[in-house]
């Protein structure tokens, strides 16, 4: 080989390692966001929540489940928020406590403000009716690439808050469009 071919061999080494450098250092961009995961999420929320639970929950005894809302209308929900209720009611199941599906968001209003110290009368009346011991609550914050959770779970005669995890979660492409659907 000559004396030039090899330089150029070399110059294309030299640049191809360069390039290959630059590419494992980019910033990864808001449509790489990798929020695949969701559900996963959801049950180390559920798996804290029982591991740090203030006093004990009977496991026969039946537990409710609320969509999450968003902490800045507390009367609105989306596809996330249901989600997000859903598979913790999964692994709540898995753990072996009595879950009570709650399909009927509008039964359930926590006050502004007061949301940790006072469940509205109609949870207490619904978990009257289930002689529930306990409710799964939550609300969610959109960030500019964050979206923040709270979960809790709650005394559903008084709303004692026995446990509360926070969390976060990746805005992408999966987050991004569950957030679109808004419900009252």
């Given at each position: 080989m000559s004396k030039r071919a090899l330089r150029l061999g070399g110059v294309v080494l030299a640049l191809s390692l360069l390039l290959a450098g630059c590419a494992g250092t980019a910033q990864p961009?808001?449509?790489?966001v990798d929020d695949r995961d969701l559900v996963q999420s959801s049950h180390a929320a559920v798996d804290a929540l029982l591991t740090h639970v203030r006093g004990t929950l009977d496991p026969g005894k039946p537990i409710l489940t609320a969509s999450f809302v968003s902490i800045d209308q507390l009367t609105e929900s989306s596809s996330l928020g249901r989600m997000m209720a859903e598979q913790?009611?999964?692994r709540m199941t898995r753990?072996?406590?009595t879950v009570i599906e709650m399909k009927l968001r509008d039964a359930i209003f926590i006050r502004e403000g007061m949301g940790e110290f006072m469940l509205s009368r109609e949870l207490q009346d619904i978990s009257r009716q289930?002689?529930?011991q306990a409710v799964v609550v939550g609300t969610y914050a959109v960030g500019?690439?964050?979206i923040y959770v709270t979960a809790r779970i709650v005394r559903a005669t008084d709303g004692v808050i026995l446990s509360s995890h926070d969390y976060h979660l990746p805005i992408g492409p999966n987050?991004?469009?569950l957030l679109r659907t808004q419900r009252r």
């Open positions: 961009t808001q449509q790489s913790m009611t999964t753990h072996g406590y289930h002689d529930a500019s690439n964050t987050t991004r469009h």
